[in-house]
Nanobody
Framework: VQLAESGGGLVQPGGSLRLSCAAS????????MRWFRQTPGKGRQLVAS????????IYLDSVKGRFSISRDNAKNTVYLQMNSLEPDDTAVYYC????????WGQGTQVTVSS
């Protein structure tokens, strides 16, 4: 199982980023996928989750209305569109696959700062 995140970076408050997670080594279309984030002060938080078919999503309360999780099962990729970014969104963002006891990507840094 391999998960490779991309799309992180430095953005000003109010800006947008789209994270991608390319998956391989398992049947992506059958897997629940999640995005987590981690900071030294808050630990690891579940940011968003999407079911295997994409029909159901859940979000951390603080990102509702700003972030959107989606997936393309033909491309074995899950996305996290992040809009109206705030400094408190600064974190390392991790992709997670609900397979084989759980699999994690290496993480991508998102920094929101002016």
């Amino acid at each position: 199982v391999q998960l490779a995140e991309s799309g992180g970076g430095l953005v000003q408050p109010g800006g947008s980023l789209r994270l991608s997670c390319a998956a391989s080594g398992f049947t992506f279309s059958s897997a629940m996928m999640r995005w987590f984030r981690q900071t030294p002060g808050k630990g690891r938080q579940l940011v968003a989750s999407i079911t295997s078919g994409g029909g159901s999503t859940i979000y951390l309360d603080s990102v509702k209305g700003r972030f959107s999780i989606s997936r393309d099962n033909a491309k074995n990729t899950v996305y996290l569109q992040m809009n109206s970014l705030e400094p408190d969104d600064t974190a390392v963002y991790y992709c997670y696959a609900g397979v084989a006891g759980g699999a994690w990507g290496q993480g991508t840094q998102v920094t929101v700062s002016s």
